[in-house]
């Protein structure tokens, strides 16, 4: 457990040096005054908490600091635990295999991430004991296959591969045949991040949908939206864009290791309302953490 928290702890340093240390250069007994909370509320907007998360914290800081309720460096850390968790509570939820075959779609504009999550997600599911597959349905380059495969092998399990330029439809297709035949407990499903244009990309995800839905009701049972938290506000409006689009059961934030800005977890949590489910904090195998509301604060404050 101790482990958990350091790892995340390292993964999510730079964040911490924004905010985490803003507090921490408070000396002990060293009065909080007005220029201390701009400077904080600087730090929360510069890990990309967001605007409306970042006054509402602010607000609330501002108001029992008047009250004179904020006297030591400790009052504000724990305040403000205590108000990023109010944020994040209940609304965390982690990834259940409730039926078989489960199918996870993971959608992305490319670059973010989802054929390592993938590989991540099924080394996780492997020691889980489940039976794991993966469907390549990225065909728009060869070489996104060529990666999955690698994931693959290295995790042990099948990847249903077509040729370059072939219909992602069909993967699907074959893949989740071969999955009810080979009793397959966990179908992963890769896609293209990027297509001629941003319509097209949609429609194809809209068709693999369907094809999913077709051939096995209630399946995709998740929809995973991979989102690489370095680029700040920009996901937020992936996010928006396919959800408006086919729908996001949850997401995946990528990269936090690389970045400043994990504050991305409130600002997603509170103006999207869709969970977080995963964090990626490296490009290793081992480096995709459930998401843990508390873990998750307690790793950065
Ligand atoms: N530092 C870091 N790199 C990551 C993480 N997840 C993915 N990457 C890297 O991001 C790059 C793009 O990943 P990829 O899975 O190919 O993205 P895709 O185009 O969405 O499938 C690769 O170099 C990955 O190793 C992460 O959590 N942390
Ligand atoms: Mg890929």
């Known amino acids: 457990m101790l482990n958990v928290i350091r790892s995340i702890r390292d993964g999510l340093a730079k964040t911490r040096k924004n905010i985490a240390d803003k ?41 029992r600091f008047k009250r004179d309720e904020l006297g030591s460096p400790d009052q504000v850390r724990a305040r403000l635990k205590t108000l990023l968790a109010e944020i994040l509570a209940s609304k965390t939820e982690g990834l259940k295999v409730t039926t078989t075959p489960f199918v996870i779609l993971m959608v992305g504009v490319n670059g973010t991430g989802k054929t390592t999550t993938i590989g991540k997600l099924a080394n996780r599911l492997n020691k889980d004991g489940k039976k794991v597959m993966l469907a390549a349905a990225d065909t728009f380059r060869a070489a996104a296959s060529e990666q999955l495969s690698i994931w693959g092998d290295r995790n042990d399990v ?60 209630g399946a995709p049972q998740e929809t995973l939206l991979v989102l690489d938290a370095t680029t700040g506000q920009n996901a937020l409006s992936q996010a928006r864009t396919f959800n408006e689009s086919i729908g996001i059961t949850g997401i995946v934030l990528t990269k936090l290791d690389g970045t400043p800005k994990g504050g991305m977890v409130f600002a997603i949590t509170r103006e999207l309302a869709i969970p977080v489910k995963f964090i990626g904090i490296g490009e290793g195998i081992d480096d995709l953490r459930e998401f843990q509301a508390q873990e998750f604060i307690d790793a950065l404050l």
């Open 23 to 63: 507090i921490g250069s408070l000396v002990l007994g060293e009065k909080i005054d007005e220029t201390f909370l701009d400077e904080l509320e600087v730090a929360l907007i510069s890990s990309d908490v967001g605007a409306q998360t970042t006054s509402l914290v602010l607000a609330d800081l501002k108001e």
């Open 158 to 217: 099948p990847v249903i591969k077509h040729q370059e330029g072939a219909d992602p439809g069909a993967v699907v297709f074959d893949a989740i045949s071969a999955a009810k035949a080979r009793n397959v407990d966990v179908l992963i499903v890769d896609t293209a991040g990027r297509l001629h244009t941003k319509s097209n990309l949609m429609d194809e995800l809209k068709k693999v949908r369907r094809i999913i839905a077709r051939e096995l009701p």
